[in-house]
């Protein structure tokens, strides 16, 4: 029982008050909480439901689709559409935007969404999760491709949902990253998690594995030295996760520290990336960073790209701030060739010759 439950509702309207964009932005944010509560009933229905499995199509990211990726997709496109609020959307399973038509007044805010993350894991009843970013819209004329394309600073408001033993929203409107949790029984999301914090140091990392040889150096180190343990610079022992839902392994994260890497790699030369820079990678990192974490390609801050496209796909390494700080340093020593000392005992951190 939580004494003096705050509902999502009630907190949305002490956190945004004093203008009517704040007003908008808090009925778009429980717009977004009732389609997610649509998709985790379900989620919830598993084999019941005749929701799993494949279908014939492919996204513009050439994946096949499955029937829950589709059936979030509208469960988003519906109640944008309805609610009144942006002036358009763009989504991971729709090739491009697509206007709202205005209602009484044109919609304030555009959103961006991935609406099923991690959907291969559905069909195994493992979690998966919805991620959404909600931007300003022009004002006075109908959005273009070009007006979705702002840096992650630009974002009035981030979050996830996880569908998992519980459900829970995740969100920051920029004061801060709150998790509420989904009391199913009355269909009200109640603040669970104020002002979640990232430990700034970590002995946990996330990365698949499979991929090391077509990692770069800077990564292949820092995970070489978190797998040598107390054995190696770390001095201490490192644990390993990787669920394969980036949604479920940064809500760890988040819960209890930890770094998730899908860096650069060489897999296919093609792809500067694995996820999604517009509707992953931004809107998590704004999450993230509200929580004292980073978010970073290795290179640069996820926040500060310019993006180019709307499903663009960028190098992601999230998570506890001292963490991700390190695997910055070492692509900046690589890139230097300072890294070179590191293959050498004689320089390691730990050795007598570490400055
Ligand atoms: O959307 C991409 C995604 O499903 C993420 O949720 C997840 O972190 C990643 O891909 C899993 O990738 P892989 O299948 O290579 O482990």
């Avoid at 705050?6 to 203008?19: N, P, R, V």
């Avoid at 491709?145 to 033993?165: C, H, W």
């Amino acid at each position: 029982m939580h004494n003096g439950r705050t509902t999502l509702s009630k907190f949305l309207i002490q956190q945004l008050k004093g203008s009517p964009e704040l007003s908008d932005l808090a009925a778009l944010l429980i717009d977004i909480a009732a389609a997610v509560k649509a998709i985790s009933a379900m989620t919830a229905k598993g084999e019941l439901g005749d929701v799993l499995g494949s279908l014939e199509t492919q996204n513009v990211q050439g994946e096949i689709q499955k029937k829950l990726d589709v059936m979030s997709n509208t469960a988003f496109v519906n109640t944008f559409a309805l609610g009144g609020l942006v002036a358009g959307l763009a989504s991971e399973e729709m090739d491009d935007p697509i206007v709202i038509e205005a209602q009484d007044e044109p919609g304030r805010f555009l959103a961006i969404f991935d609406p099923l993350d991690g959907s291969s894991n559905i069909d195994i009843n493992v979690s998966v999760g919805s991620i959404f970013s909600v931007l300003r819209a022009p004002k006075g004329r109908v959005p273009e491709v070009k007006d979705y394309l702002l840096s992650g600073r630009e974002q009035v408001a981030a979050g996830y949902a996880i569908y998992g033993p519980s459900t829970m929203l995740v969100l920051t409107v920029g004061k801060g990253t709150h998790g509420f949790t989904l009391d199913r029984e009355v269909g009200n999301f109640i603040l669970t998690h104020r002002d979640m914090q990232i430990p700034e140091d970590t002995s946990e990392f996330a990365i698949n594995a499979s991929n090391e040889r077509f990692w770069e150096p800077p990564v292949q180190r820092y995970v070489a030295e978190c797998k040598n343990g107390r054995t190696d610079v770390r001095g201490r022992d490192f644990n390993m996760r990787w669920i394969a839902s980036m949604v479920a392994d940064i809500h760890r994260i988040l819960l209890r520290g930890g770094v998730f890497m899908y860096p650069k790699d060489t897999k296919d030369l093609s792809k500067s990336g694995r996820l999604r820079l517009m509707y992953e990678a931004n809107p998590m990192s704004f999450v993230v960073e509200q929580a004292g974490g980073i978010g970073s390609t290795g290179r640069q801050r996820i926040l500060d790209i310019q993006p180019e496209e709307i499903h663009q796909r960028v190098p992601v390494i999230i998570g506890s701030r001292n963490e991700v700080d390190r695997i910055e340093r070492y692509h900046q020593e690589y890139e230097n060739g300072s890294d070179e000392q590191y293959k050498s005992p004689l320089f390691q951190e730990r050795s007598l010759f570490a400055s």
